[in-house]
Nanobody, 111 residues
Framework: QVQLVESGGGLVQPGGSLRLSCAASGSTFSIYAMAWYRQAPDQQREWVATIDRYGGTAYANSVKGRFTISRDNTKKTGYLQMNSLKPDDTAIYYC?????WGQGTQVTVSS
């Protein structure tokens, strides 16, 4: 059993930055790819970024060049650095590891 706990969300002005964290319990963190997803109101959940066990990364076109995914296997924690935030980035952000999901953290980009 793995538990994922996201943190770091909040209210930020357009152009601002936030860093999300995803802390995992259990001993299997390092062997799985980790991903971030987001879900805006009345929209389907969409993939944002993935980092594999070796550090290879992939991004949705909508966030490429603005967001950076990373992980620290010694801390069993993943991160999503979000820069140049736009109102369209407003959503609940979820991390995923294998079959497990966190509870989500709200990100609101508004002036």
């Amino acid at each position: 059993q793995v538990q994922l706990v996201e943190s770091g969300g909040g209210l930020v002005q357009p152009g601002g930055s936030l860093r999300l964290s995803c802390a995992a319990s259990g001993s299997t963190f390092s062997i799985y790819a980790m991903a971030w997803y987001r879900q805006a109101p009345d929209q389907q959940r969409e993939w944002v970024a993935t980092i594999d066990r070796y550090g290879g990364t992939a991004y949705a076109n909508s966030v490429k060049g603005r967001f950076t995914i990373s992980r620290d296997n010694t801390k069993k924690t993943g991160y999503l650095q979000m820069n140049s935030l736009k109102p369209d980035d407003t959503a609940i952000y979820y991390c995923q590891l294998n079959i497990y999901w966190g509870q989500g953290t709200q990100v609101t980009v508004s002036s």
